[in-house]
């Protein structure tokens, strides 16, 4: 865990860091950047979802110009990476003395696939974007206090 000097650096990975994972480093950085240092990544980045930017940027929180990356590609060690899809949980990185912990969130490009325009898909992204900020309202307690 980060030492006296600094706060613990958390990376929320998901699978293409393109949505969740972003929300997530957007709101602990609005929200928490008292108490962490936040960043985000993807197994397989592949690009900033438009519609996360928007939900966000609904919400007062600008991750516009936020970019997809891969955990080697940011340059620091992590204290913490908090997985928010089963898919990057299985496939995370192995990162010796850093602490893994699973939080899943719903996939809204998933949810929203048969969204016939992307006003039909927002819901998807507003509710797990309001997921994602409950969740980080509870850091880093959560994560400090975590058994997994």
């Known amino acids: 865990m980060a030492n006296a000097e600094r706060k613990p650096r958390v990376l ?43 939900a966000m940027d609904e919400a007062g929180v600008d991750i516009s110009k936020h970019t997809s990356k891969r955990p080697e590609n940011i340059g620091v060690p992590f204290d913490v990476v908090v997985t928010v899809c089963d898919s990057a949980h299985e496939s995370c990185p ?40 409950a969740f980080i309202q509870t850091l880093p307690d959560s994560i400090i206090h975590s058994e997994e």
């Open 12 to 54: 929320f990975l998901c699978t293409g860091n393109s949505c969740r994972s972003q929300m997530a480093e957007g709101w602990a950085r609005a929200l928490r950047s008292d108490a962490i240092d936040a960043y985000s990544a993807g197994t397989n980045p592949h690009g900033l979802n438009p519609l996360a930017v928007r």
């Open 94 to 133: 192995l990162m010796p003395g850093t602490r893994i912990i699973r939080v899943g969130f719903d996939d809204p490009p998933r949810l929203a696939k048969g969204a016939k325009s992307d006003d039909e898909a927002m819901p998807h992204y507003r509710r797990v974007r309001d997921e994602i900020r």
